[in-house]
């Protein structure tokens, strides 16, 4: 019997190889959407777009949250935090999504942020298991291992690839360079 696992999806390429693994350990996986985090709008639906692109390629449904799209309350729970910014932003997603699990009767959560070789590893993996209840478990697992072939997929599938994390202040990290350069 397989156990129903909710996937927290911050974009299409993180996804491919994430979602590979999980049905391969016969994992039935539902995708959520879920990242008031990404900044601007126009940036938000490229990444949810390719989300559901992968997701329709896996056969998996996603849950959408559109209607929770409110960057002004993830700029709020950031403000003044803006040096462990990173930290508030995953706790916030992995809260929403581990409170979904436990409203579906979900077995598992995790999430593709553990797919990042960019992102806080550690840190993401201490707040699943906090969240983490006897009924909705937190699943471990260090997706990093399909980092090449994700990209490798993503370029083949024509799956929007992003060039950063997706907050304004990464975007704006990532330009820093060519400021100092001028």
Known sequence: MSTRLLLH???GPCSITTLQTLQDQGHDVTGLFYNPNIHPLTEYVK?????LQVAERFGINVIV????????????AVAHRENNRCFHCYAGRLERTAQIARRG?????TSTLLYSKHQKHD???ALG???ATSKTRFLYHDFREGWSEGIETSKEWGIYRQQYCGCL????????RELRRS
């Open 105 to 109: 009767n979900f077995d598992f959560f």
């Open 169 to 176: 202040y990464s975007e704006n990290e990532r330009h820093q």
């Open 47 to 51: 990444r949810r777009d390719g989300c």
């Open 123 to 125: 840190d993401i993996a």
């Open 129 to 131: 298991r906090d969240l």
């Open 65 to 76: 949250k559109d209607d929770e799209y409110r960057p002004q309350e993830w700029f709020r």
């Open 9 to 11: 999806i911050c974009c």
